[in-house]
């Protein structure tokens, strides 16, 4: 029993340890993704001991940080602490399920999580592009004006099936917005009220926005104040029509491209819909396949199919039938040049982040020295400080008690100098009274009286040295008095007696305020 018992306890020692033991982590080196780039692999944080141990890498050289392979559940301000220098996180793939945001960073990617809740602080946030997609959010995080500097939200793959877009109105900056692959079933301008008209919503800096992959039956644009749109995707839901009439298209005046295809149109909506896109020269960038028309008994009209029984004879009317052709031809070349364009583009913005991230190394590595060395340098004199004031503390508490004894010093001499001198007479008298009122104790002890008188003998000897040595003493001292009264009468003014007795009397608190008083 006993060894069990000791057996139960060295493991809980081991895993006690286990628990506290501080995990190290470090930069891979064999796996840079640009410059300036920190990649951490297989980092496991289960619990919030785990998290405090936790080591990762504070090199200045390095702005941007991704973690993989991992676990964390949890992703807690404290482990967001632990990171202080960078700006571009990556968190992809580790579990999370509630993230936390630093204020500081600037780029943050935690996709392929299980994440329901996102917290931060009520300050101003400097991310300007956050990617949550494929996570478990059920509502928009309430990001309000403290995120006025993001610029790119990425939602995609949630369970967002109900959304108004004025929850990003206050995301000043937002130029691209994705909602795609969450089931959406409504998406409104504002929060419907009872008895209220719906009221519109403003994104002035919006330019992509996507609502592709959803169950979207019909979508109300008519509020949507959204000059700056150039691309929107309505791909791939259940759209019979918008409820707007197809002229509603013509408000969004910055408008390059659109995708409508995988739906199931209304033919006669749809028509209208395309002509007003020809109009104003709108690209539609998807067609649904041939297949899918035929095998739902469905019209094809541009590419795009859509449902209506009737419109057969009325598309055998159409008059520009013949141009339609030569405008796919021109819609294809078009996408050619404009994914050819993508390309480059991308290309480009990678080799400006790349460059973005080693001049910001650059650029931190000297900063942060002279910081690092201005504040040890603070720190080194604050110490000094400290160590001064210790000093000078202890310095008053010397002069202090030094007064202190000085006035108890003053006090002894004077009281013995007042005293008056003990005499052989005295003494002799006072040990005779002393000797005769121990004489009846003395014989009811039994005891020789040779016995007791040779102890009063030795008595007396004992008491004549000390009367020599108090005449010694006295002797001594005498002339220290005279001093130290002639020294009292030269400082005193006229009225000495009375201000001597005055400062004699005085407290012992008070000694060293009148000692300066006279001085």
């Given at each position: 029993?006993?060894k069990?018992a000791?057996?139960?306890?060295?493991?809980?020692v081991?895993?006690?340890?286990?628990?506290?033991?501080?995990?190290?982590?470090?930069?891979?080196?064999?796996?840079?993704?640009?410059?300036a780039?920190c990649?951490?692999?297989?980092?496991?944080?289960?619990?919030?001991a785990?998290?405090?141990?936790?080591?990762f890498p504070?090199?200045?050289?390095?702005v941007?940080?991704?973690i993989?392979?991992?676990f964390i559940?949890?992703f807690t301000?404290?482990?967001?602490?632990?990171?202080p220098k960078?700006?571009?996180l990556?968190v992809?793939?580790?579990g999370?399920q509630r993230?936390?945001?630093?204020s500081?960073?600037?780029?943050?990617?935690?996709?392929?999580n299980s994440?329901?809740?996102?917290e931060?602080?009520?300050?101003?946030?400097?991310?300007?592009?956050?990617?949550?997609?494929?996570?478990?959010?059920?509502?928009?995080?309430s990001?309000?004006?403290?995120?006025?500097e993001?610029k790119?939200?990425?939602l995609?793959?949630?369970?967002?099936?109900?959304?108004?877009?004025d929850a990003?109105?206050?995301?000043?900056?937002?130029?691209?917005?994705s909602?795609?692959?969450?089931g959406?079933?409504?998406?409104e301008?504002?929060?419907r009220v009872?008895?209220?008209?719906?009221?519109?919503?403003q994104?002035l800096?919006?330019?992509?926005l996507?609502?592709a992959?959803?169950r979207?039956?019909?979508?109300?644009?008519?509020g949507?104040?959204?000059?700056?749109?150039?691309s929107?995707?309505?791909?791939?839901n259940?759209?019979y029509?918008l409820?707007?009439?197809?002229?509603?298209?013509?408000?969004l005046?910055a408008?390059?491209n659109?995708?409508?295809a995988?739906?199931?149109?209304?033919?006669?909506?749809?028509?209208?819909?395309?002509?007003?896109?020809r109009?104003?020269g709108i690209?539609?960038l998807?067609?649904?396949?041939?297949?899918?028309c035929?095998?739902?008994?469905?019209?094809s009209?541009?590419g795009?199919?859509?449902?209506?029984r009737a419109f057969?004879q009325?598309?055998?009317q159409?008059?520009?039938?013949?141009?339609?052709?030569?405008l796919?031809?021109?819609?294809?070349r078009y996408?050619?040049?404009?994914f050819?364009?993508?390309?480059v583009?991308?290309?480009?913005?990678n080799?400006?982040?790349?460059?973005?991230?080693a001049?910001?190394?650059?650029?931190?590595?000297?900063v942060?020295h002279?910081?690092d060395?201005?504040?040890?340098?603070?720190?080194?004199?604050r110490?000094?400080?400290a160590d001064?004031s210790a000093?000078?503390?202890r310095?008053?508490h010397?002069?202090?008690?030094?007064?202190?004894?000085?006035?108890?010093?003053?006090?002894?001499l004077h009281?013995?100098?007042?005293?008056?001198k003990?005499?052989?007479?005295?003494?002799?008298?006072?040990?005779?009274s002393?000797s005769?009122?121990?004489?009846?104790d003395?014989h009811?002890v039994?005891a020789?009286?040779?016995?007791?008188?040779k102890?009063?003998?030795?008595?007396?000897?004992?008491?004549k040295?000390l009367?020599q040595?108090?005449?010694e003493?006295?002797?001594?001292?005498?002339?220290?008095v005279?001093?130290?009264?002639r020294m009292v009468?030269?400082m005193?003014?006229?009225?000495?007696?009375?201000?001597?007795?005055r400062?004699?009397?005085?407290d012992?608190?008070h000694?060293?305020?009148s000692?300066?008083?006279?001085?």
């Amino acid at each position: 029993m006993a060894k069990s018992a000791r057996v139960l306890a060295l493991i809980a020692v081991c895993a006690l340890y286990t628990q506290s033991a501080t995990a190290t982590y470090r930069c891979d080196p064999n796996a840079p993704l640009i410059a300036a780039t920190c990649t951490v692999a297989n980092v496991t944080l289960l619990t919030p001991a785990e998290i405090a141990n936790a080591s990762f890498p504070d090199d200045v050289r390095y702005v941007a940080l991704a973690i993989v392979d991992g676990f964390i559940p949890t992703f807690t301000r404290d482990l967001a602490r632990k990171f202080p220098k960078v700006q571009d996180l990556t968190v992809d793939a580790l579990g999370i399920q509630r993230l936390y945001v630093w204020s500081n960073w600037e780029q943050l990617s935690a996709r392929n999580n299980s994440i329901r809740e996102v917290e931060f602080a009520a300050v101003q946030h400097r991310l300007r592009s956050l990617r949550l997609d494929d996570n478990r959010l059920s509502k928009v995080p309430s990001f309000g004006r403290w995120f006025n500097e993001l610029k790119l939200l990425s939602l995609d793959g949630n369970r967002l099936e109900q959304i108004a877009l004025d929850a990003f109105a206050e995301l000043e900056y937002l130029q691209s917005l994705s909602l795609a692959r969450n089931g959406l079933i409504i998406v409104e301008p504002t929060v419907r009220v009872p008895n209220r008209a719906v009221r519109g919503v403003q994104l002035l800096k919006l330019k992509h926005l996507s609502l592709a992959s959803n169950r979207l039956i019909t979508v109300n644009i008519s509020g949507w104040e959204m000059p700056s749109l150039v691309s929107l995707d309505l791909s791939s839901n259940d759209l019979y029509m918008l409820l707007d009439e197809p002229s509603q298209l013509r408000q969004l005046g910055a408008l390059l491209n659109v995708s409508y295809a995988g739906n199931d149109w209304n033919c006669g909506w749809l028509s209208e819909a395309q002509l007003v896109l020809r109009e104003r020269g709108i690209v539609t960038l998807t067609q649904d396949t041939a297949g899918r028309c035929e095998a739902r008994q469905m019209k094809s009209l541009s590419g795009v199919c859509c449902y209506d029984r009737a419109f057969e004879q009325d598309l055998k009317q159409d008059p520009f039938e013949s141009k339609w052709e030569q405008l796919n031809e021109l819609r294809r070349r078009y996408e050619l040049v404009q994914f050819a364009y993508d390309q480059v583009e991308d290309n480009d913005l990678n080799l400006i982040t790349r460059q973005a991230h080693a001049l910001r190394g650059q650029l931190v590595g000297p900063v942060a020295h002279e910081q690092d060395a201005i504040a040890s340098e603070l720190l080194r004199l604050r110490h000094a400080l400290a160590d001064e004031s210790a000093r000078l503390e202890r310095l008053q508490h010397g002069i202090e008690r030094t007064v202190h004894d000085l006035g108890q010093s003053i006090d002894e001499l004077h009281e013995r100098a007042v005293r008056p001198k003990p005499t052989l007479d005295a003494v002799h008298q006072q040990t005779v009274s002393d000797s005769i009122r121990r004489i009846p104790d003395a014989h009811r002890v039994v005891a020789p009286s040779g016995t007791k008188i040779k102890q009063l003998e030795d008595k007396l000897r004992e008491l004549k040295q000390l009367e020599q040595s108090l005449s010694e003493q006295v002797n001594y001292l005498e002339p220290r008095v005279h001093n130290a009264h002639r020294m009292v009468e030269d400082m005193l003014q006229s009225n000495s007696d009375e201000e001597f007795d005055r400062i004699r009397t005085y407290d012992r608190r008070h000694y060293r305020a009148s000692y300066r008083t006279i001085g």
